[in-house]
């Protein structure tokens, strides 16, 4: 059964800071995605990660991914109030194209 | 504007009632997914299906029924032997084969 897990569940920055955003898998999949979420609303896509060494960055978003490691990061850069919501990864099923397994969610708040 | 809409926004049941969730997509994807999410976690697969006609339990299926008699439709009835009906509920869609879910702006359903 696949698993994955972020770390950590809850982050607490201040404004200008850098902090990083962990999630780990526990089976073999070349498909991982980031998602954000904000209070009661849907998920909106961030990132697509699709190989080994895939790096992608989206303004003070960088993601990149380990399959070898079963290691994904969101590293956040000069963080700013307006980046505050969930955020999900998730893993790709191996056996079928869009059946994901996410993580728990990490609540990000920035701090003035 | 292409994408994926579902309603209604709240929905409220009954004890011993059936309700359903409607998901409706005018991209063009094959594949159709429910989603579950209860507060301060992450994603549950419901069910899902790749083509019209065919779907398949996701990990938690019980208590739940679809069809999919239409390639833009795939509606989601929470049958009465679900006991814990209460969550949010997200509906996804994707090119088959193709990489990230659309989501659409999901049902809240809760029990009265």
């Known amino acids: 059964e696949l698993k994955v897990e972020q770390n950590p569940l809850f982050l607490s920055m201040q404004e200008g800071k850098n902090y990083t955003i962990y999630c780990n898998y526990s089976?073999?999949?070349?498909?991982l995605y980031w998602y954000r979420q904000d209070p009661g609303k849907s998920l909106e896509s961030l990132f697509v990660l699709l190989s080994n060494g895939a790096v992608k960055q989206e303004g003070r978003l960088m993601a990149s991914l380990d399959t070898k490691a079963r290691l994904s990061t969101l590293h956040i850069t000069a963080a700013v109030h307006d980046l505050s919501a969930t955020y999900f990864c998730?893993?790709?099923?191996?056996?079928?194209?869009?059946?994901?397994?996410f993580g728990q969610g990490t609540i990000l708040t920035v701090h003035p | 504007d292409g994408g994926i809409t579902q309603s209604p926004k709240y929905l409220f049941r009954k004890e011993g009632q059936n309700v359903t969730l409607s998901c409706e997509q005018n991209?063009?994807?094959?594949?159709m997914y429910w989603y579950r999410q209860d507060p301060g976690q992450g994603l549950r697969l419901i069910y899902y299906?790749?083509?019209?006609?065919?779907?398949q339990k996701g990990d938690i299926a019980e208590g739940y029924s679809v069809s999919r008699e239409k390639k833009e439709s795939f509606p989601l009835t929470v049958t009465s032997a679900q006991k814990n009906p209460t969550a949010f509920y997200l509906c996804a869609s994707n090119r088959q084969g193709g990489e990230k879910l659309f989501f659409g702006s999901g049902t809240q359903l809760s029990v009265l």
């Open positions: 299906s790749q083509i019209v006609n065919d779907f």
């Open positions: 991209l063009n994807h094959d594949a």
């Open positions: 998730a893993v790709e099923d191996g056996t079928s194209y869009g059946k994901l397994t």
């Open positions: 089976t073999t999949s070349d498909r």
